[in-house]
């Protein structure tokens, strides 16, 4: 298959890039989407300014169909005991969504097929080479048969893993360990007030939220280092602790834990190199977020919009964006980990504490930001 822009990654970003380019220039585009079916979807709070790039995209119409639940504030008990809400109204925005992951997702790739996009579902990346009579040739495999896209410009949006810019010289630099391990409770007795709560706790935090099937997805967010000496990926060491809150067990208090905990990474990261000649990577895989910051998909949806824009630049013959791009990245990463600091610096109960004292001021009172950790719970 021969194509203008390849995609590597079916998520949030790599479609928001599929879509602009099919809506907003002639570019052909495939997408390779690894994603399989029945994989654990966790689900994922947005704001209310998620409006504008759902609309840019053409798909606003479609996510309201869908029937997200609908998010009226957050709530949290950090840096007191005391549980204080923000109301997403306050900000004169309306209010967000508990999101149906699996049925956003599937949302986003129906419209990339119906905007024109060819779509390689289930297929695996294997290896980027020269193309014949094109920039690149991507290969991998679909249900065992071998595929190979030959295109102008390529596009990583292979979420944390950033498989693709990672193939072509480009390193994964992580600032901390952070792992989610998450759990789902049913609650269709349980009468669970329509916002998610966040609990600072000695080892970690707590998040909790009601998805729009009924269940409520319950977090714990720590170092894996830490993960692993306190076996709290296990479903009983997990429960432990979870009996120790005081918030967020009482959202779930009496239900019964469904199926595995599932693990998921949650670092801070970003790509030392975002971009080259004629490729890109975008989403996660060009900078990752700590959940607390609320930039997942939001972030996702609009740098894979951006990074269709430098796509289509590039092969017009200009490529003047690209460098706004890169530095863009990097400028915003930065001011990422300042924000990032800041926020895990109003909790000082437990500074003594091995989670709380690398996201605090060290000695020097510099932040203390690079740990990267790594273990079985990373991505």
Same mark, same amino acid.
């Given at each position: 298959m021969k194509t203008d822009v390849v995609v590597v990654g079916g998520g949030p970003a790599g479609c928001a890039a599929a879509l602009t380019l099919r809506k907003y220039s002639d570019l052909r585009v495939a997408v390779i989407d690894g994603r399989r079916a029945g994989e654990p979807s966790i689900g994922e709070t947005?704001?209310?300014?998620?409006?504008?790039?759902?609309?840019?995209?053409?798909?606003?119409?479609?996510?309201?169909?869908?029937?997200?639940?609908?998010?009226?504030?957050?709530?949290?008990?950090?840096?007191?005991?005391?549980?204080?809400?923000?109301?997403?109204?306050?900000?004169?925005?309306?209010f967000g969504w508990h999101l149906d992951r699996a049925k956003f997702d599937r949302m986003l790739v129906n419209a990339v097929v119906?905007?024109?996009g060819d779509l390689i579902a289930g297929a695996t990346f294997r290896t980027i080479s020269k193309g014949r009579d094109t920039f690149w040739k991507v290969e991998g495999l679909s249900e065992g048969a071998a595929v190979e896209i030959e295109a102008d410009f390529l596009i990583d949006a292979t979420g944390r893993q950033s498989r693709v810019a990672r193939e072509l010289g480009a390193n994964s630099r992580a600032f901390d360990g952070l792992c989610g391990?998450? /759990?789902?409770?049913? +609650?269709?007795?349980?009468?669970?007030?329509?916002?998610? #709560?966040? *609990?600072? $706790?000695?080892? !970690?935090?707590?998040y909790s939220a009601p998805l729009p099937d009924g269940r409520v997805a319950v977090a714990f967010m720590s170092d894996s280092d830490l993960i692993r000496a306190t076996r709290a990926h296990e479903a009983q060491e997990w429960s432990e602790l979870l009996m120790k809150t005081v918030h967020t067990r009482d959202r779930v208090v009496g239900q019964r834990l469904l199926g595995p905990l599932v693990v998921r990474s949650a670092s801070s990261r970003c790509l030392d190199r975002a971009g080259g000649d004629h490729w890109?990577?975008?989403?996660?895989?060009?900078?990752?977020?700590?959940?607390?910051?609320?930039? /997942?998909?939001?972030? +996702?949806?609009?740098?894979?919009?951006?990074?269709?824009? #430098?796509? *289509?630049? $590039?092969?017009? !013959?200009?490529?003047?964006?690209?460098a706004g791009y890169l530095e863009g990245v990097a400028t915003n990463f930065s001011g990422y980990l300042e924000l990032r600091s800041?926020?895990?610096?109003?909790?000082?109960?437990?500074?003594?504490?091995?989670?709380?004292?690398?996201?605090?001021?060290?000695?020097?009172?510099?932040?203390?930001?690079?740990?990267?950790?790594?273990?079985?719970?990373?991505?």
């Open positions: 947005i704001g209310p300014g998620a409006y504008g790039i759902l609309a840019w995209l053409g798909v606003w119409p479609s996510f309201l169909a869908d029937g997200h639940l609908q998010a009226h504030s957050t709530a949290a008990a950090w840096g007191s005991p005391e549980i204080l809400h923000q109301e997403f109204f306050f900000g004169g925005q309306g119906e905007a024109g391990i998450v /759990g789902f409770y049913s +609650a269709p007795s349980l009468e669970v007030e329509n916002f998610a #709560v966040i *609990e600072s $706790v000695p080892e !970690g935090w707590w890109l990577a975008t989403g996660d895989a060009v900078a990752a977020f700590d959940p607390l910051s609320s930039m /997942g998909i939001g972030h +996702a949806l609009t740098s894979g919009a951006h990074a269709a824009r #430098v796509a *289509e630049n $590039v092969l017009r !013959g200009s490529g003047g964006l690209m800041r926020f895990y610096g109003v909790e000082r109960r437990w500074m003594d504490k091995p989670f709380w004292s690398r996201r605090n001021l060290s000695k020097s009172g510099e932040p203390v930001l690079e740990l990267a950790l790594s273990g079985p719970f990373a991505e």
